[in-house]
């Protein structure tokens, strides 16, 4: 089998089906998908039940292990050759694995990464293009630089054994951060340079403000690194925006722009701009004659796109 696909997910139901069959749409590679349910308590029991896959497996958890040791517990059930963690109301291209696989096994490397977009309210509302392998690794220890965070990835099993399981010291984010460094401390990544990932950005997104500054610092602690402050205090904004905190946006977004990412600030304020342009109208695309954006819309629109919010 070529890869084990691992999803962990809770209470998130209105996002889960969406994002099982983005993973069950993948072409040109044997997969299974291992479904790890954190004891949830919504709908998800139900519609995992009513799924007639074989090439899905489900794990209940009567008790949430977090994050990390969901992952691992998934993992641990596996049987390919490569692993993807995809997250639970995130969705992927058709062509995301083949591509990613195809990639690193040319530059004979063990782990890939590819670009991605954001979404809201079935918007496409901003974009994260890969930066090149060498500045991805050089960028690590001050943030992560992978694109979609923990949903992006593929690992070689080999090199999975090699470097560990997800350290569970990250219980509430960040975890996909520390393995991405811990990978590049081994060997380059390859890169696919396409948007093969969407990530959903509403109100119920994991991180909050507290969890980014503890994950953050820990990052540091652990790799005697000094995190990119202008891009944590991007981070916090775009947190604060999610929960309706507007006054605390403004206040980190000043902060960022302090810290050196006053272009970064500029581009983040201008995706906003456009949702509020485009909001309501019938095109849903509001990155209109972008190709990136287009690109993603093509894979987007087939998964007929809703944020169940």
Not at 61 to 78: E, I, K, M, T, Y
Request: aromatic content about 6%; some cysteine; glycine content about 8%.
């Amino acid at each position: 089998m070529d890869v084990s696909i691992v999803i962990p997910t809770r209470n998130r139901s209105a996002f889960l089906m969406q994002t099982l069959r983005s993973a069950l749409r993948q072409q040109h590679v044997t997969f299974e998908v291992i479904v790890v349910d954190e004891a949830s308590t919504d709908q998800t029991p139900t519609l995992l039940t009513a799924v007639n896959d074989p090439r899905v497996r489900v794990i209940r958890h009567d008790v949430a292990r977090g994050l990390p040791g969901a992952r691992n517990h998934g993992a641990d059930q596996s049987r390919g050759d490569w692993f993807a963690f995809l997250d639970d109301d995130d969705l992927w291209a058709p062509d995301k694995l083949v591509r990613q696989i195809e990639a690193a096994k040319r530059t004979n490397r063990e782990w890939a990464y590819a670009g991605s977009v954001n979404i809201s309210k079935g918007r496409i509302t901003s974009s994260r293009v890969p930066l090149p392998p060498e500045e991805t690794v050089a960028e690590l220890p001050h943030y992560n630089a992978i694109p979609g965070g923990g949903s992006n990835v593929v690992v070689r099993r080999s090199a999975w054994e090699r470097i560990g399981p997800f350290d569970t010291r990250f219980v509430a984010g960040g975890e996909d951060w520390d393995l991405s460094i811990r990978l590049s401390q081994h060997g380059l990544p390859a890169c696919v340079c396409s948007p093969l990932i969407a990530k959903r950005i509403h109100a119920t997104n994991m991180s909050v403000t507290d969890n980014v500054v503890r994950l953050t610092k820990l990052i540091e602690e652990i790799y005697q690194s000094k995190a990119d402050g202008g891009r944590t205090y991007r981070w916090l904004a775009d947190i604060a925006l999610r929960h309706g905190q507007r006054g605390d946006a403004v206040r980190q977004f000043a902060n960022a722009a302090m810290r050196g990412q006053t272009h970064g600030v500029v581009s983040d304020l201008s995706g906003i701009i456009r949702r509020r342009v485009f909001h309501g109208r019938r095109h849903r695309n509001t990155l209109v004659g972008d190709p990136w954006a287009i690109s993603a819309w093509k894979w987007l629109r087939e998964l007929e796109v809703c944020d169940g919010n």
